[in-house]
């Protein structure tokens, strides 16, 4: 029986796509417990937080190529994600099937290298830059995802975590789906294009498919001829607007806007969804569910580079009223304020400011090492922090210093840089935390482990203080996390357990491993 006749058999086509996934399932069993094996080792060298991803996005109505400027702008998003990035361009005059895309593991500048840029020709793109909180570390789950079908093409890029993914996934797996990644920006992906084949327009679609899915996500869709970017109802991932010319850009970060010579325009709201099309205006339609916004704290205590601007809010002012209220609340007599490089300085410098106490630079961070080979022993991965951080004996010598940092979370990084401070020659070091303890896990795309890693879910502050080797510890009070915003409503669910939204009574992160 000729292939096409046998498919429009429905039994036959049923038991087609068990033997489909069947093979599928049989593959992802060879290469799991490497890629899982992978994953734990990077989780023990690494203990610090990490965020998912990064979107980037552009229309130049003018006709121009804009891989470039992805490039630029992904760079610019570096800090959002390094595990893997991509690039995917089309042209809006062009055949409407035709995407050219390129992803990779590693960094931006790993990845894209001048003559794989100039292959990839179009007006219209996104690029997107990964971390996985949920997912493994596979080119398989790099991003943008590129989708082709009857009614042309759709690529996505995804900053965030939906916490229904199993159940929608289960239900298209009925009906035939077969997923080939392990994210759950494949199934955004795939119910917008569902979506898009009933309705008129990809926004239409964009809105449909956006009531299906629940939890966090800033979305860059590309269609054919429209740029179109999505914010979750509470607004607990980024997205912001930006023109250069007669480009306009779709991205996570105002930084990157600003990276490539564009002006911010504003911040997409959330429960918006904006569409650019050649008109060059930018159409605007809210999703109908309207909650209480949640903003992630975390963008501002540690994620978003310096001189972003969130929600009006910048992040730099945020951290140094962070390091004001941490002197204010927890006041030392101490001779030097110095940060953890990069993301405790600037609350440094707010403690020095408010405490009177000299703020000074005490490491020395080497910038070449980039990604850390995974070393294999607990003895290498405890040497790590003097790889990557040398103390400035003479700065630190016979002095009592406030040392400051965003979070801990499992305690061995910080009491590594107690340790190598006092063997510098400090007489005392008091820890200050810019962010309450971690008791509760996250579902939102900020990668928390689970509550048995977190230091805090099983130690007291003091115990903690004892632990890590400091003279004295004081984090920030959960009261106090609202000086750093204002007004801004945000999610402090990793402190307090009180989420925006129902939350499975389960971990969600690697569900839809197979």
């Known amino acids: 029986m000729p292939y096409a006749q046998c498919l429009k058999d429905t039994e036959v086509r049923k038991y087609y796509f068990i033997l489909v996934s069947l093979e599928k399932s049989i593959y992802n069993v060879r290469i799991k417990n490497t890629e899982r094996n992978q994953r734990a080792m990077t989780t023990l060298y690494n203990s610090g937080l990490r965020e998912e991803c990064g979107v980037f996005g552009i229309y130049d109505l003018d006709g121009n190529d804009v891989s470039t400027t992805i490039y630029y702008g992904l760079e610019a998003l570096q800090h959002r994600g390094q595990e893997s990035c991509g690039i995917a361009v089309s042209d ?135 740029l179109v970017g999505v914010r979750d109802p509470y607004g607990l991932k980024p997205l912001c607007i930006g023109r250069r010319g007669n480009s306009f850009i779709i991205t996570s970060e105002s930084c990157a806007i600003s990276s490539i010579g564009a002006q911010f325009i504003r911040d997409v709201e959330p429960g918006e969804i904006v569409t650019i099309t050649k008109d060059g205006e930018i159409h605007s339609q809210f999703l109908p569910e309207k909650p209480q916004h949640a903003h992630c704290i975390f963008e501002y205590i540690y994620f978003a580079r310096l001189d972003s601007c969130l929600d009006k809010v910048s992040v730099y002012e945020s951290r140094i009223r962070a390091g004001a209220a941490l002197a204010e609340t927890y006041p030392v007599e101490a001779d030097l304020v110095v940060g953890v490089p990069d993301s405790g300085l600037t609350a440094a410098k707010g403690y020095s400011e408010a405490s009177g106490i000299p703020f000074g630079l005490a490491f020395h961070k080497n910038s070449y090492i980039g990604r850390t080979f995974i070393k294999p022993s ?137």
């Open 92 to 226: 809006t005059q062009g055949p409407k099937g035709r995407v050219h895309s390129c992803k990779g593991l590693g960094l931006v500048n790993e990845v894209f290298k001048e003559s794989k840029l100039q292959e990839l020709k179009g007006n219209i793109g996104i690029g997107h830059v990964r971390y996985s909180t949920s997912g493994s570390t596979s080119i398989d789950n790099a991003q943008p995802l590129v989708l082709n079908y009857i009614k042309g093409s759709l690529a996505l890029a995804h900053n965030g975590n939906l916490i229904n993914a199993m159940e929608l996934r289960e239900q298209m797996e009925y009906g035939g789906a077969i997923f080939h990644t392990s994210i759950d920006s494949e199934i955004i992906a795939y119910c917008i294009a569902r979506e898009r084949v009933r309705s008129k327009t990809v926004e239409e679609a964009v809105l449909e498919a956006s009531k299906k899915i629940k939890g966090a996500y800033g979305l860059g869709v590309m269609s054919p001829r429209k």
């Open 378 to 514: 607990q003895k290498e991965r405890e040497s790590s922090v003097k790889i990557k951080l040398s103390v400035l004996d003479s700065v630190v010598r016979g002095k009592r210093i406030v040392l400051v940092d965003d979070s801990i979370v499992r305690g061995t990084t910080i009491a590594n840089i107690i340790k190598m401070m006092k063997n510098a020659g400090a007489t005392e070091v008091h820890v200050r935390i810019s962010s309450p303890p971690f008791l509760y896990p996250c579902y939102f795309g900020t990668d928390v482990p689970s509550n048995k890693q977190l230091i805090a879910s099983s130690h007291s502050p003091q115990e903690i203080c004892q632990l890590i080797g400091a003279d004295s510890l004081g984090y920030m009070p959960i009261g106090e996390l609202q000086k750093m915003v204002g007004d801004l409503p945000v999610c402090k669910a990793c402190f307090n357990n009180q989420y925006p939204m129902d939350v499975p009574d389960h971990e969600i992160r690697n569900l839809l491993e197979i």
